[in-house]
């Protein structure tokens, strides 16, 4: 099935340190269940469920000058009931990653990912098993320094999906740093 739509809003705080080539990062946000959302099976862009979810990652630049970039990005989400099946799903593991390189002062290009894993059971998709699924495709990421505004557009392709969906999802994420 193919469905086009607007997912769920996430609201995050986040704690940065910045030490030589590395970065560090540790947050607590959650996804709010704005998006449309129905009984599985679905292919609607929003959950239905609130999901607080804790954030810990690093960057390391390879080169001095920064150009180039390494991320790995680990997420664990509490899953709430689902407003449109009172089912609770699993809680969940999402390793996040990016290779990138910097090609003017504003503009990154790279390679990104991600490999989800339900750590918990739940009832999903009409199945009670442990779903997984692991993701690749391209980011462009700009830069607006002056405001400290942030805007990336991804491209993921899923694949190795077990007892779950699998597709195809563009991502556009706007950041304001504070």
């Known amino acids: 099935s ?13 704690l940065s340190w910045h030490i030589q080539r590395f970065d560090f990062s540790f947050g607590a ?3 709010a269940p704005t998006g449309n959302s129905s009984a599985p ?21 390879i080169d001095s000058e920064k150009t180039w970039s390494v991320s790995a990005l680990n997420r ?17 593991y999402t390793l996040e990653w990016g290779i990138a390189k910097s090609v003017t002062k504003t503009i990154d290009l790279g390679v990104v990912g991600y490999y989800q894993h339900q750590t918990t059971g739940g009832n999903v998709n009409g199945t009670s098993g442990h779903d997984r699924v692991a993701a690749v495709g391209p980011e462009v ?15 993921l392709y899923e694949f ?11 991502a556009l994420t706007l950041t304001k740093r504070f």
């Not at 099976?41 to 630049?61: F, K, S």
Request: aromatic share 18%.
């Open 2 to 14: 193919d469905t086009f739509g607007i997912g769920d809003v996430f609201a995050e705080g986040t």
């Open 29 to 31: 946000g959650f996804w």
């Open 41 to 61: 099976p679905t292919t609607d862009a929003g959950a239905g469920y609130w999901t607080p979810m804790l954030t810990a990652g690093v960057t390391w630049y």
């Open 76 to 92: 664990y989400e509490f899953n709430t009931e689902q407003r449109d099946t009172d089912i609770t799903p699993g809680q969940a």
């Open 141 to 155: 990421s700009v830069a607006f320094p002056k405001p400290m505004f942030f805007v990336s557009l991804r491209y």
């Open 160 to 170: 190795m999906a077990e007892d779950r969906a699998q597709g195809q999802t563009f």
